[in-house]
């Protein structure tokens, strides 16, 4: 094993970048998590069961890092120097508030099942639109700096779908 000290990236034994193969991540977890489960160091002592605990726990967090597209982009600007800076960063395009601002106008108006299911599958594509420019910025054109603003876009949307998600719960 690597160093508990080791980035994400490394414990899991991957490229450092925003494309993922998601399947290949969970099976990656399993066979880490099986590697180092504690009932494997039982012969070992305490000693080597707090250490395989520490690792079970570092292989847990770096999973969760990883395996969320946010999570994992801002990350991934922060192991390249420029962290997101989300509570202290708030400055994105006009265009882009203006569409926050019509979303949250179409989810306080809309009573209506059938069009929140809309704007619901509007914001999962500009989910989708965001997460490839992340992967377009990170991959291939290794620009976090350009990166941290769809960074900061992604959280607004995910927060977002989440509202637009329980007011659909409450139609169902």
């Given amino acids: 094993m690597k160093s508990l000290q080791a980035n994400d990236f490394d414990v899991f034994e991957l490229p ?5 193969d998601r ?5 990656r977890w399993k066979a880490l998590q099986r590697e ?18 520490q690792w079970s726990v570092r292989i847990n967090e770096a ?15 922060e192991l390249q120097g420029v962290p997101v800076q989300a509570e202290s960063n708030t400055a994105m395009p006009s265009a882009f508030l ?15 099942a059938a069009a929140l ?29 350009a990166a941290v603003g769809q960074v ?10 989440a509202e637009v998600d329980a007011q659909l719960e409450k139609h169902f």
């Fill in 16 to 20: 450092q970048q925003f494309a993922l």
């Fill in 23 to 27: 399947a290949a991540l969970d099976e």
């Fill in 36 to 53: 180092v489960h504690p009932d494997r160091f039982a012969s070992e002592g305490a000693a080597a069961q707090r250490v395989a605990m």
């Fill in 63 to 77: 999973y969760q890092r990883l395996k969320d597209p946010l999570k994992r982009a801002a990350y991934l600007c």
């Fill in 98 to 112: 203006m569409q926050q601002m019509q979303w949250r106008e179409a989810l306080e108006d809309t009573q209506d």
């Fill in 117 to 145: 299911e809309a704007l619901a599958d509007e914001v999962s594509a500009e989910r989708q639109r965001v997460q490839q420019s992340l992967g377009q910025l990170l991959d291939v054109r290794r620009d976090p700096q």
């Fill in 152 to 161: 900061r876009a992604l959280m607004f949307i995910e927060r977002f779908a």
